[in-house]
C-alpha cells in the first residue's frame, strides 16, 4: 500500500499549489476587501503653465572683433624684431627697427634749409623795416619799397616750405620705428633682420588679432526667419527679453557650454541667393583667451518667448503620425492618454502649448506597468537625478518621430509572484 500513497500525495500537493495560483490576484490589480497587491508607482510631474524661451541652435564660426596688418611704411633694411610671436601687445607697442640713418640724414638736411629759409626771412624783414620811413619820406622810390616786401613774402613762404619738409622728414624717420595699431595677439613674424622691406610694395611684417571680444557669425535659413518673424507679427510669440536684442549661448566642439554669456548684435538685411542662409553676428567676451578665431561652434540663440507653455521631458511624450499624447494620472490614481500640442523644443524637453491644465500630472515614469494590466497607479513625484540610469535616459531619445520605449520600472516596484510567472 505504501507505493501507491506517494503518487497520491504529490496530486495532493499539485492540487493545491494551482488553487493558491487562482486565488493570486495580477500585478497592478487595486486591492480586495481582504486585502492584496498594492498599486504600482508610477513617477509624474505636476505641470505648471509658464513664460518658455524658443532657443533655436545654429551653426557659426569665431572671427576676431578687429585684424590689423603690419605693414612697412618706410623702405630699408629690418635691424631688429622687439616682440615675441604669439603674444599679447599694446597699441604703440614697438614692434620692429627699420635702419633709420636715411632718414636722418633727410631730417637733419630739411632742418639745415628751413634754417637758411628763416635767415633770408630775417634780411627781408629788415629791409622792409628800414625802407617803411624812408619812403615816407621820400629818401627811397616806392618801387624799392614794393620790391622789399615782395622779397619778406617770398622768405615767409620759404620758411613754411622748410617747416613742412622737416615736418615730412620726421613722419619718414618715425615710420623705420614700426609700432602696433591695435591691441591684441601677434602671430609669427613674416620677416627676419636683414631683409629689405619696402614702403612701396608695403611689405607686410605680421598681423595682430583682437581676439577679446570675439565675433561670432551665425547662418539661419531664411525659413526659419520669416516663420519667426510671421509669429511675432501675429502675437503667438514675444520678442525674447522684449527688445531687439538676443541671448545666445555658445556651444563648444565638445559639447559643453562655455561660460561667458554672448549677446546677438544685428540680424543681415539680406538673404544670401548661393545658400538661402540670413547672416547673425553676435559678440562673444573671450578674457581667458580660451577660444580662438576660425573655431566651429555652435549658438543656442533665445529669439523669441512662449507665453502660457509647459515643459515636459521627452520621455514623457509619445510621438506618433497620428499626433502627440501624454499619460495624464488622475487624482484616484486612474490613468488616461490625452492629446496635446507640441509648439517646439529646448534641450531635452518638449514645448507643449495645449492639451494639459495646471496642476495635472503627467506620467514620466512607468509605462511598463501599464503594459502588465495596471489599471490604478500610486503617483510618486518625478525626480530627475534619481529617475533613470544612463541607457534608459538614452532610449528615451526620439529618433524617428515615434517615441521610444519607456524606461524601466524603478527597482522599488512590486514585483510579480513567482506563482504567477510560473503559470
Keep these: 500500500m505504501a507505493p501507491r500513497l506517494l503518487p497520491l500525495g504529490a496530486a495532493l500537493l499539485l492540487a493545491a499549489s494551482l488553487a493558491a495560483c487562482g486565488d493570486k490576484k495580477p500585478a497592478g490589480a487595486p486591492p480586495g476587501p481582504g486585502g492584496g497587491m498594492p498599486p504600482p508607482e508610477v513617477?509624474?510631474?505636476?505641470?505648471?503653465?509658464?513664460?518658455?524661451?524658443?532657443?533655436?541652435?545654429?551653426?557659426?564660426?569665431?572671427?576676431?572683433?578687429?585684424?590689423?596688418?603690419?605693414?612697412?611704411?618706410?623702405?630699408?633694411?629690418?635691424?631688429?624684431?622687439?616682440?615675441?610671436?604669439?603674444?599679447?601687445?599694446?597699441?604703440?607697442?614697438?614692434?620692429?627697427?627699420?635702419?633709420?640713418?636715411?632718414?636722418?640724414?633727410?631730417?637733419?638736411?630739411?632742418?639745415?634749409?628751413?634754417?637758411?629759409?628763416?635767415?633770408?626771412?630775417?634780411?627781408?624783414?629788415?629791409?622792409?623795416?628800414?625802407?617803411?620811413?624812408?619812403?615816407?619820406?621820400?629818401?627811397?622810390?616806392?618801387?624799392?619799397?614794393?620790391?622789399?616786401v615782395a622779397a619778406e613774402?617770398?622768405?615767409?613762404?620759404?620758411?613754411?616750405?622748410?617747416?613742412?619738409?622737416?615736418?615730412?622728414?620726421?613722419?619718414?624717420?618715425?615710420?623705420?620705428?614700426?609700432?602696433?595699431?591695435i591691441a591684441g595677439r601677434i602671430g609669427r613674424s613674416l620677416v627676419t633682420e636683414g631683409a629689405l622691406v619696402s614702403a612701396q610694395e608695403g611689405t607686410q611684417l605680421a598681423t595682430i588679432q583682437q581676439i577679446n571680444p570675439l565675433y561670432l557669425n551665425i547662418t539661419q535659413s531664411a525659413a526659419e526667419v520669416l516663420k519667426l518673424r510671421e509669429a511675432l507679427q501675429?502675437?503667438?510669440?514675444?520678442?525674447?527679453?522684449?527688445?531687439?536684442?538676443?541671448?545666445?549661448?555658445?556651444?563648444?566642439?565638445?559639447?559643453?557650454?562655455?561660460?561667458q554669456p554672448a549677446r546677438l548684435l544685428f540680424t543681415d538685411l539680406s538673404v544670401d541667393p548661393a545658400t538661402g542662409q540670413v547672416s547673425l553676428r553676435a559678440e562673444v567676451p573671450n578674457p581667458g583667451g580660451l577660444l580662438m578665431p576660425g573655431m566651429y561652434v555652435r549658438a543656442r540663440v533665445e529669439q523669441a518667448e512662449v507665453s502660457n507653455a509647459i515643459l515636459l521631458p521627452q520621455q514623457a511624450v509619445t510621438r506618433g503620425t497620428k499626433g502627440d499624447?501624454?499619460?495624464?494620472?488622475?487624482?484616484?490614481?486612474?490613468?488616461?492618454?490625452?492629446?496635446?500640442?507640441?509648439?517646439?523644443?529646448?534641450?531635452?524637453?518638449?514645448?507643449?502649448?495645449?492639451?494639459?491644465?495646471?496642476?495635472?500630472?503627467v506620467m514620466v515614469e512607468g509605462a511598463m506597468k501599464l503594459m502588465m494590466g495596471a489599471k490604478v497607479v500610486k503617483a510618486v513625484p518625478w525626480e530627475p537625478n534619481k529617475a533613470s540610469a544612463p541607457a534608459n535616459q538614452a532610449s528615451a531619445a526620439p529618433k524617428n518621430g515615434a517615441s521610444s520605449a519607456a524606461p524601466a520600472a524603478p527597482a522599488s516596484a512590486p514585483a510579480a509572484p513567482a506563482s504567477a510567472a510560473s503559470r
Design 43 to 148: 513617477a509624474v510631474l505636476t505641470v505648471q503653465p509658464g513664460t518658455v524661451n524658443l532657443t533655436t541652435e545654429l551653426p557659426g564660426r569665431l572671427e576676431p572683433s578687429r585684424v590689423a596688418q603690419v605693414r612697412a611704411r618706410a623702405t630699408g633694411i629690418l635691424n631688429k624684431r622687439v616682440f615675441t610671436e604669439g603674444s599679447d601687445v599694446r597699441a604703440g607697442q614697438v614692434l620692429y627697427q627699420i635702419d633709420s640713418a636715411p632718414y636722418q640724414a633727410t631730417q637733419q638736411s630739411a632742418q639745415a634749409q628751413l634754417a637758411q629759409a628763416q635767415a633770408q626771412l630775417a634780411n627781408a624783414s629788415a629791409m622792409v623795416t628800414r625802407y617803411r620811413p624812408l619812403v615816407a619820406a621820400n629818401a627811397v622810390s616806392k618801387q624799392e619799397f614794393d620790391a622789399a
Design 153 to 181: 613774402k617770398a622768405a615767409q613762404a620759404q620758411v613754411a616750405a622748410g617747416r613742412a619738409a622737416v615736418r615730412t622728414a620726421s613722419i619718414s624717420l618715425g615710420y623705420a620705428t614700426v609700432t602696433a595699431p
Design 234 to 259: 501675429a502675437g503667438q510669440l514675444a520678442r525674447a527679453g522684449g527688445g531687439e536684442a538676443a541671448k545666445v549661448q555658445v556651444l563648444l566642439e565638445n559639447g559643453q557650454v562655455y561660460g
Design 325 to 361: 499624447s501624454v499619460m495624464v494620472v488622475a487624482p484616484d490614481g486612474a490613468v488616461a492618454p490625452r492629446p496635446i500640442k507640441i509648439g517646439g523644443q529646448r534641450g531635452n524637453q518638449w514645448i507643449v502649448t495645449e492639451g494639459l491644465k495646471p496642476g495635472e500630472q
